[in-house]
């Protein structure tokens, strides 16, 4: 399989904080890869760095086969990005919403094309109505929407859990399942161990700014993702030190 | 679906946004006339000028109301792409950026022209002195452009500090001040009746700061936005 994301020695700094040191990170085409990690182990700023928001100190990066931050533009026509902010205009109905992200995307002819993304994230009934009068599960079904509009090869999901309810994290995992069915690519950043458990197909957790460890869902028993995850944490309690797993 | 974004079609698709969400909202234009005629209000009552007197300073309170309410339109029309991370939502679209930044510039231009607008008859009314003109109009038209444009750079620029609502009048009144001095001249010369050639030069300044700083913010933007 070809990897389709590919970082190598990433290093990013905020002042003299260094947050990502000198990471290596692989994802294979169709993988479904849930980064985990505590607070501050760098997640979002990974994220924020593959979609181009943030340009790295150091480090090669290289997503379907274009390299960041050089050619950012053709990058961002093959990502989708999901943060725990939904990047929607209140005062713009759920339709007007899709329709402005299109045209950023250059889409054309597309009246079909939002129906069928608000069919598929559940709003096509309220897709007349403003997304300020959303619930929060709402808004973020419909970033989602958003996000895959102009079906992208890689969806970067940050946090896309966060705030939600049971019955809207439901509705979210249901739905980030039938994209990862489609042949996408997820990278997604979670504190929700349960969930992600049922959706990804590889885990790798983040510690100080490098991969720790990596495991494929296959070859973790049932339930096991927080045994794991713990193990890990404990590990690097007992002073287990940092290896590149990626 | 053709998915190639041009130029034009990126920039008038957020023009078509900023217009249609502030249709929706009007919190932006609302509070930019509010303000607006409050401080035509307050020079009115506080200053009780006799009427040669408020002839010779109708030009200069005319663009501080104005400049005052644009800067609380260029304040809300950031703020309004951050607090919901639509900034990123805009960065991470695979347009030229500078596209972005025209888009917000003509639709925070619409803003101010349309407050404008409502401003002039008002203001006629209550200084009972006319000063509805098409010369006077292109004044406005020419020392808004220059506003903005520098204008929805700096804002760009503030809208990632905390302190974004008095950053931006910091950066922008010293920045702007060439084409406030500008327009205050020419419309003076308008409302006191002098011909064009003795404004010309007034004119020509407007014109080439509208130039220079159009092609800064285009120069620019993109690193200004860059995290």
């Known amino acids: ?16 904080k260094q947050v990502l040191r000198k990471l290596n990170f692989s994802v294979q085409q169709g993988e479904f890869v849930a980064l985990l990690g505590s607070n501050g182990a760098g997640k979002t700023t990974l994220l924020r760095i593959l979609s181009s928001l943030s340009k790295p100190n150091y480090g090669e990066i290289q997503i379907a086969g274009y390299y960041l931050p050089g050619q950012a533009a053709q990058v961002r026509k093959k990502l989708g990005v999901v943060s725990h902010l939904p990047l929607l205009y209140g005062d713009l109905s759920a339709e007007e919403n899709l329709k402005f992200y299109g045209r950023l995307y250059g889409l054309s002819d597309f009246q079909n094309h939002i129906e069928e993304i608000l069919q598929l994230v559940g709003l096509l009934k309220r897709k007349k109505d403003l997304v300020r009068t959303f619930s929060r599960g709402m808004q973020q079904r419909l970033a989602i929407g958003r996000a895959i509009i102009h079906d992208p090869e890689v969806l970067l999901l940050d946090e896309p859990h966060t705030g939600l309810d049971q019955d809207a994290a439901n509705m979210l995992d249901t739905l980030l399942q039938e994209i990862a069915s489609r042949g996408r690519t997820v990278v997604m950043t979670s504190h929700d161990f349960p969930r992600v458990a049922n959706l990804a197909t590889r885990f790798d957790v983040l510690y100080k700014g490098k991969i720790h460890s990596s495991k494929l869902a296959k070859d973790l028993p ?4 927080l045994a794991y995850y713990q193990s890990i944490v404990d590990e690097i309690d007992t002073g287990g030190g940092i290896q590149d797993a990626a | 679906m053709q998915p190639k974004t041009s130029f034009f079609k990126a920039m008038f698709a957020v023009v078509w946004k900023d217009l249609i969400a502030e249709l929706r909202g009007k919190e932006l234009i609302s509070a930019m006339l509010v303000f607006a005629l409050l401080v035509i209000f307050i020079f009115n009552f506080a200053l009780e000028l006799d009427p040669k007197t408020r002839s010779a300073l109708t030009a200069g309170i005319l663009w501080v109301t104005i400049i005052f309410a644009g800067n609380l339109g260029l304040n809300r029309s950031m703020s309004v792409e951050k ?6 939502g805009l960065l991470l679209a695979p347009v030229d950026r500078t596209a972005i930044y025209f888009g917000k510039s003509i639709a925070n231009w619409i803003f101010m022209l349309i407050v404008a607008m409502i401003v002039l008859p008002i203001y006629s009314i209550l200084y009972n002195t006319n000063i509805i003109s098409p010369a006077l109009f292109l004044v406005i038209l020419l020392g808004s452009e220059g506003y903005v444009a520098i204008g929805t750079l700096l804002a760009s620029m503030a809208v990632q500090a905390r302190t974004r609502d008095i950053l931006l009048p910091i950066l922008l009144f010293p920045v702007i001040l060439p084409v406030l001095i500008a327009a205050v001249k020419a419309s003076a010369g308008i409302l006191s009746g002098f011909p064009f050639s003795d404004l010309q030069t007034w004119f020509n300044l407007l014109i080439v700061y509208d130039i220079i700083f159009t092609s800064v913010a285009f120069m620019v933007f993109d690193s200004v936005v860059e995290e």
Do not use: P, S, T, W
């Open chain 1, 222 to 225: 049932q339930h096991g993702l």
């Open chain 1, 1 to 16: 399989m070809k990897a389709i994301i590919e970082v190598r020695n990433l290093i990013k700094r905020f002042g003299h």
């Open chain 2, 83 to 88: 607090d919901r991370g639509c900034l990123d």
